[in-house]
């Protein structure tokens, strides 16, 4: 049984994922509920367009493709956003999620990779960041995220659903056919909106804060390419696949980039002035993030191939300049 549902299927990692699959022999049926998706990348394989907790609408997708794992990157991930609407996150991100998880277990599917974040670990105490750090999430983003673990670690003492949670650090870069990119709306991620900045839709980036304890006073964050993090999915379907059993992966490339560092390779990617102001810092960043992923290596065999920030940029890069306007018609 090759179908894996790809919920949320038409966003940034979704979308890249569904391709992903479709290449590797397996059929993603995406369900999305298109809010923050785009149509035009529904095309690796069934459509369909709903939400997570509509039980119905899962049952009926189960009936018609029976499907060996659920795949989920259906959550609001906005993290300033986060902080002013909790709600909107806690509702999404875990009651939604849970009626998901209680359909599958109904269905008998026992499968489930899931998209978790950096965010759960909070303000590190050290870096590199393993997957045994201490879990003490600053913002609701991550605390909605953590929460799906902790339900997840019951869910598979209770009910036997096996799981992998994917912890990702910052997830960047385009499809490198450029087929499929970055298009959030609204946008708040920092390479996209360099790239805005670039090309001059907007004039220009606005820098959250210098006083940070950095050695440039801006965060630092590890920035992981889309088309790495598809393939760790990829590696988690078939260790689930042959009955191995779940956990949690970290999911980064081991490197940190200041924001002023990011900008100074997007201007040399661009060759674009690309005018920077700093302003006040936004609530719930942490100063550092930085992951380590030798356990996804160790476990998985996963290898990332776009190990430094350059590369990522450029498939970025390529993508913008091709479709200045994202998805929109
Ligand atoms: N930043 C700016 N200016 C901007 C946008 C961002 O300075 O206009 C800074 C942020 O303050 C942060 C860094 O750039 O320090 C990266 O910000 P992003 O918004 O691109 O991403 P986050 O670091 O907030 O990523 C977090 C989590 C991820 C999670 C993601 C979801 O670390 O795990 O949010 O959006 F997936």
Redesign the pocket.
């Known amino acids: 049984m090759k179908n894996v549902l790809v919920v949320g299927g038409a966003g940034y990692i979704g979308s890249h994922m569904a391709k992903c699959l479709s290449a590797n022999g397996y059929v993603p049926i995406v369900l999305d509920n298109l809010d923050h998706g785009s149509r035009q990348t529904t095309k690796f394989g069934p459509f369909f367009e709903g939400s997570m907790n509509d039980a119905s609408l899962l049952q009926k997708i189960f009936s018609e493709y029976p499907v060996a794992a659920v795949m989920h990157f259906a959550a609001f991930?906005?993290?300033?956003e986060s902080m002013k609407q909790p709600a909107k996150y806690y509702q999404n991100n875990v009651v939604n999620t849970l009626a998901l998880l209680e359909c599958m277990v109904e269905e008998n599917i026992s499968n489930f990779i899931f998209s978790s974040?950096?965010?759960i670990y909070g303000e590190p105490v050290e870096t590199p960041i393993t997957e045994d750090h201490p879990k003490k999430p600053i913002n609701p983003?991550?605390r909605s995220k953590l929460m799906v673990e902790q339900i997840l670690h019951d869910f598979r003492q209770a009910y036997g659903l096996e799981s992998i949670c994917l912890r990702?650090?910052?997830?960047a870069g385009a499809d490198p056919d450029g087929e499929l990119g970055e298009d959030h709306d609204p946008e708040?991620?920092?390479?996209p909106?360099i790239l805005k900045t670039a090309l001059g839709q907007r004039p220009h980036?606005?820098?959250?804060?210098d006083d940070y304890p950095t050695p440039d006073g801006?965060?630092i964050?590890d920035y992981i390419h889309i088309e790495d993090l598809a393939q760790a999915h990829l590696l988690a379907l078939e260790r689930l696949l042959t009955g191995l059993s779940g956990g949690q992966y970290n999911l980064g490339n081991a490197t940190g980039y200041s924001?002023k560092q990011?900008i100074e390779i997007a201007r040399s990617a661009t060759n674009e002035e690309i005018p920077a102001r700093v302003v006040e810092?936004?609530p719930g960043?942490p100063a550092v993030?930085i992951s380590s992923s030798e356990k996804a290596m160790k476990d998985l065999g996963w290898k990332p191939k776009f190990t430094d920030l350059e590369a990522i940029m450029e498939t970025a890069w390529t993508w913008h300049k091709n479709n200045p306007n994202g998805y929109a018609p």
């Open positions: 991930c906005y993290v300033g974040s950096c965010s983003y991550g990702y650090f910052n997830a708040t991620h920092l390479i909106l980036i606005d820098i959250f804060g801006t965060c964050r924001v990011v810092r936004r960043d993030l």
